[in-house]
Every structure is written in C-alpha cells, then in structure tokens.
C-alpha cells in the first residue's frame, strides 16, 4: 500500500504562539484558539480526509522577515494547529503518539510580507499517511 500525502498551507491568523513570550493567558489563548480554528478552515476547505489510523506532519513555518529563529519555540502555535487537525476536525482518531508522529518543526525561508498589515507569515504541513508501524 502506498502513502497518501496531502499539503496544507495555513496563513496565520494571528501573531504565532512562541513559547518564550511571556503573554497573559489571556491573550495566549485568545491566539491559540484563532491558530486552531484556521487550521479547521483549512483542513475543512482542502477536504482532509477524517479518520486516518496513523499520519505524519512536517511543518514548515514561514515567517515575514529573516530573523533567525528557534523552531522548538513555535510548539504552542504547532499544538494549536494539530488541535484543530485531530481533535476539531477529526484527521486521526486523536494525537497522542499512537496517531500522530510530529509535528516536525521546522524554520523555512520567509514570506513576501507585501504589505504592513499582511499576515505574519505561513505554516506549510505536509501530512503523511503511515501505512505501517515500521517507523523510527
């Protein structure tokens, strides 16, 4: 059997969750339920499939400007984003590891910002279908 993949592009919806930020909780949740929900959209608007066994996520976080940054410090905005994945619109049965190997975080070159109010950047997930439990 082969692997099905899908890509995903999510604009961000809000500023990204760094895990550094000394944000009131508040506001961290008000930004982590807006990343949630665009991730529904998306999944929802690319027409996901629901209900896989087993998958794999590479993100890849796209930001508009070049400063050098640490990808481990972007895992709440990559929590949010599986959230809205598996548990709001139903991409795997749940994510715990049983489900969801990932999210592999990574830093890729930046967006074109264009224009001052435009998003601050992009998650790029490539969601991988594992069709059997031979994986690291």
């Known amino acids: 059997m082969t692997a099905r993949t899908w890509r995903l592009t999510i604009?961000?919806?809000a500023?990204?969750?760094n895990a550094n930020a000394r944000t009131h909780y508040h506001?961290?949740?008000?930004?982590?339920?807006?990343?949630?929900?665009?991730a529904l959209a998306a999944a929802d608007e690319r027409q996901l499939p629901q209900g896989l066994g087993k998958v794999h996520i590479l993100a890849?976080?796209?930001f508009a400007d070049r400063r050098t940054r640490d990808a481990a410090?972007?895992?709440p905005t990559l929590k949010?984003?599986?959230?809205?994945?598996v548990a709001d619109y139903?991409?795997?049965?749940?994510?715990?590891?049983?489900h969801v190997i990932g999210p592999d975080a990574r830093v890729g070159e930046p967006v074109h910002k264009g224009h001052r109010l435009a998003p601050p950047g992009v998650v790029e997930l490539t969601i991988t279908e594992v069709v059997d439990d031979d994986t690291p």
């Open 60 to 62: 890849v976080m796209r």
């Open 27 to 38: 506001a961290k949740a008000r930004l982590t339920r807006a990343w949630r929900k665009a």
């Open 73 to 75: 410090n972007y895992h």
């Open 11 to 13: 604009t961000a919806p």
């Open 15 to 17: 500023a990204w969750v």
């Open 80 to 85: 949010a984003v599986v959230d809205g994945l």
């Open 90 to 98: 139903g991409l795997a049965a749940d994510d715990s590891t049983a």
